[in-house]
């Protein structure tokens, strides 16, 4: 990739504007420059800055004292600009102070250049920057592809692992999927940013990961489960915490898998956490695991009433649930006009 990248900068020519309030500098720039790249001049700061506005020059060679607006502010302009503020500029300069280089640079010129130009110099340093933005910026896309591809790839294997919980009861296919999608829009509407609430999908995914380890017969029981059962029901919590804890490119993935049978009152497991202690992301997912369960068809119960299930929500609030994401969870439910929000609606959604 580096190789391709790098061939690809070799031949690219590039647009140097150069600014210059001196028509014998601009001249003399055009003549060294123009047999290998496209050369477009302007002859103040103002008028630089207008000319961008419009178009995207791969470098700008700019004049640090000219009539009018200096390039020391042309350049903050510049920087300050998030359309023009990864365009490269060199500085152009008779002045020989360092103090001048070393305020260019730490205002985020590239380079200097002196004047009167040398034109081997003035074309090595032209091509050597020019051709070291098309690099970093190709590098980027490129990672920015490759990370798209990761993440998409990620999403299917966790998409895949859930399926793969979910599928040893046929009744809760797409629990997982649910829930994620659940705890995604309670992440949203608390105010969350985009990666927060891709995060919570994620963990809303893989929540229930640690019933891998739990035995079929007893993840399809359909009548009331035994104490040592039930207790190792309750394992699943800490099986998908550990399975999931050592996997740094989501840091906490493990949150949801440990914390969502916590309650806010304390009397959850498997730690007994208790209001602010348990993650606000495990509170987010037990509320939405919550009701799934009572909104999808077990082989216990039927998809229970919405009134019904808006009632249980509002009960436990408090007690089992965070108020405040009940609360929002209870707006969900009411704006739910149709009652989509059950197995069923989210089935007839797919097909």
């Not at 002196?114 to 110099?121: A, D, R």
């Not at 609030?317 to 405040?324: Q, S, V």
């Amino acid at each position: 990739m580096l190789q391709k990248v790098h061939e690809l900068s070799k031949n690219f020519k590039g647009e140097v504007l150069v600014v210059d309030d001196s028509t014998m500098m601009l001249s003399l720039a055009r003549r060294i420059l123009e047999s290998k790249f496209t050369v477009t001049t302007a002859s103040s700061g103002e008028e630089c800055l207008e000319y961008v506005k419009t178009h995207k020059p791969n470098l700008i060679l700019l004049d640090v004292y000219m009539k009018g607006i200096s390039g020391f502010d042309v350049l903050h302009q510049l920087k300050a600009n998030p359309q023009t503020a990864s365009i490269p500029v060199i500085f152009l300069t008779s002045d020989d102070h360092n103090e001048t280089e070393i305020r260019g640079l730490h205002d985020g010129a590239t380079d200097f250049i002196s004047k009167p130009f040398i034109p081997g110099i003035l074309i090595q340093r032209v091509q050597n920057t020019i051709e070291l933005s098309f690099l970093q910026e190709n590098l980027q896309r490129e990672v920015d592809r490759q990370a798209g591809k990761f993440k998409r790839l990620t999403q299917q294997i966790m998409l895949a692992l859930s399926g793969t919980v979910d599928a040893k009861d046929h009744y809760t296919r797409g629990h997982s999927f649910r829930v994620a999608k659940y705890s995604k829009e309670i992440a949203r509407r608390l105010g969350r940013n985009e990666q927060d609430q891709d995060d919570i999908y994620s963990m809303g995914l893989l929540h229930d990961i640690g019933k891998i380890g739990v035995a079929g017969n007893i993840i399809r029981k359909d009548s009331r489960l035994t104490d040592e059962e039930y207790a190792d029901i309750k394992e699943h919590t800490l099986t998908g915490f550990n399975i999931l804890k050592n996997i740094p490119e989501i840091p906490g993935l493990a949150i949801g898998a440990r914390w969502h049978h916590e309650h806010y009152d304390g009397t959850g497991y498997p730690d007994g956490l208790k209001g602010s202690q348990i993650p606000e992301e495990a509170r987010i997912i037990a509320i939405a695991d919550a009701y799934d369960a009572m909104t999808s068809k077990r082989a216990y119960s039927a998809i229970r009433p919405q009134k019904e299930v808006r009632a249980e929500i509002e009960r436990c609030r408090g007690t089992h649930f965070d108020p405040a994401i009940t609360d929002i969870f209870l707006q969900m439910i009411d704006e739910d006009k149709d009652y989509k929000m059950n197995e069923a609606g989210w089935n007839e959604q797919e097909n």
